[in-house]
């Protein structure tokens, strides 16, 4: 079983980056699509990101294409969120996520993290 720890998040002003980190333990990470979700204040959790094992597809919410890349580094099993041009609607708790399928769309996914706050000011 994998774990995921979130770290990268923070307060950022509108415009900003900020780059996400996830790093996985245990040995399947590799073999694991990845990905991000956020959570805003009042609102439901959305899928925001997800990349497949190899790194050779990704998928994105259309409110953060052009903006937002992801990317992993399997031999440090870390996924990263590289979050560009933020936007306050961007503010949100952003949470690390892993799963069999890459577009991450099953009812239960296979692992989640604690989450990282992210804040965007004006």
């Known amino acids: 079983q994998v774990q995921l720890v979130e770290s990268g998040g923070g307060l950022v002003q509108a415009g900003g980056s900020l780059r996400l980190s996830c790093a996985a333990s245990?040995?399947?990470?590799?073999?694991?699509?990845m990905g991000w979700f956020r959570q805003a204040p009042g609102k439901e959790r959305e899928f925001v990101a997800s990349?497949?094992?190899?790194?050779?597809?990704?998928y994105y919410a259309d409110s953060v294409k052009g903006r937002f890349t992801i990317s992993r580094d399997n031999a440090k099993n870390t996924v990263y969120l590289q979050m560009s041009s933020l936007k306050r609607e961007d503010t949100a708790v952003y949470y690390c996520?892993?799963?069999?399928?890459?577009?991450?769309?099953?009812?239960?996914?296979?692992?989640w993290g604690q989450g990282t706050q992210v804040t965007v000011s004006s």
């Open positions: 996520a892993a799963d069999r399928v890459a577009t991450m769309n099953r009812a239960v996914l296979d692992a």
């Open positions: 245990g040995r399947t990470f590799s073999r694991l699509a």
């Open positions: 990349i497949n094992w190899s790194g050779g597809s990704t």
